[in-house]
């Protein structure tokens, strides 16, 4: 048993997470702006170091989970202070704290970071050719990547970084900033329109199948590490609308069809190959059974009877 921490212990991933790794047997804290009602859960913003370091004087954790981000590439438009003061002065207190410290850390970085790269994205994909990340967001997890791989070299310290690439499931809520799936989800529950982007294909991988090989992890930790943790299936983004208005029962008359949309990669194919030697990653759940459990979830939630 190991105690942990999960930075973000509150949002969608990080909630997820941390009821694996309690089911696990570890004994699991979590910090994050919110307040909660868990006995384990401490408030905390990342991006002010005070609070970071009063955290981890505090409490001595073996690993750390950092979960905790803004998310999204939109969001990083609007909202762009937010974006770089949470992602990246954020993991530099983290990673500050764990020079002291020394508890090894999982750091949550994203398929964002292979920018338009096109071709089968293999971690060191960025080694053999020149990388462009196409927003905020991406290059904010691209530095962090740097800062990470700067204090391995300088001070020791130990990490393994993953690149999570489309993960759905319960506990996403919606808002305008986040994945397609929970937005065509919220948006069809409620007959309101939305949009949907022709010739893009994604990679969707459930959220529980995610969280499985997270908490392998520490299992058999690797100091320097880099995951993929994306599917091998890909599905066009019109064919998940139509599940979910199919699972509905409803039509496509509320969705607009465009072309794609600028600025975004059209193809992201992940190779998780490694994932799957080191972490037993698997993916479980297909979109077919995911979509409507994610749907059953959000009805719940949003206070849709039957």
């Not at 868990?38 to 170091?49: G, L, Y």
């Not at 993991?91 to 750091?107: A, C, H, P, V, Y």
């Not at 409507?292 to 939630?301: A, D, G, L």
Request: aromatic letters at 14%; one cysteine or more.
């Amino acid at each position: 048993m190991a105690k942990i921490l999960v930075t973000g212990g509150l949002g969608f991933i990080g909630s997820n997470l941390v009821k694996e790794l309690r089911k696990r047997g570890h004994d699991v804290w979590l910090c994050d702006l919110r307040h909660s009602e868990d006995p384990k859960s401490i408030r905390c913003d990342v991006s002010v170091f005070r609070q970071v370091e009063r955290l981890f004087e505090e409490h001595d954790f073996e690993y750390v989970y950092h979960a905790a981000a803004e998310y999204g590439r939109w969001n990083g438009e609007a909202y762009y202070e937010n974006l770089w003061m949470t992602n990246v002065v954020g993991t530099k207190n983290i990673i500050r704290m764990q020079e002291k410290k020394r508890f090894r850390m999982i750091f949550f970085s994203s398929a964002e970071v292979y920018g338009d790269y096109d071709g089968v994205m293999t971690e060191d994909v960025m080694d053999k050719v020149p990388i462009k990340q196409m927003n905020d967001y991406a290059m904010t997890k691209w530095v962090n990547e740097m800062q990470i791989l700067n204090s391995a070299a300088m001070y020791g310290t130990e990490t393994v970084r993953v690149r999570l690439f489309n993960v759905y499931g319960p506990g996403e809520h919606y808002n305008p900033y986040r994945g397609v799936i929970p937005i065509f989800i919220y948006k069809a529950l409620h007959d309101e329109p939305y949009t949907v982007y022709l010739g893009h294909k994604r990679t969707f991988e459930y959220v529980e199948d995610i969280c499985r090989a997270l908490g392998n992890i520490i299992d058999n930790f690797k100091p320097g590490e880099v995951y993929n943790l994306g599917g091998d299936k890909q599905y066009e983004i019109k064919y998940v609308s139509d599940l979910i208005l199919k699972y509905l029962g409803k039509d496509d008359s509320k969705v607009t069809y465009k072309e794609a949309e600028p600025f975004t990669t059209r193809i992201k194919t992940p190779d998780s190959s490694k994932a799957k030697r080191d972490l037993g990653f698997k993916l479980t759940v297909p979109l077919e059974e995911g979509i409507p459990k994610t749907i059953e979830w959000f009805k719940k939630v949003y206070g849709f009877k039957e």
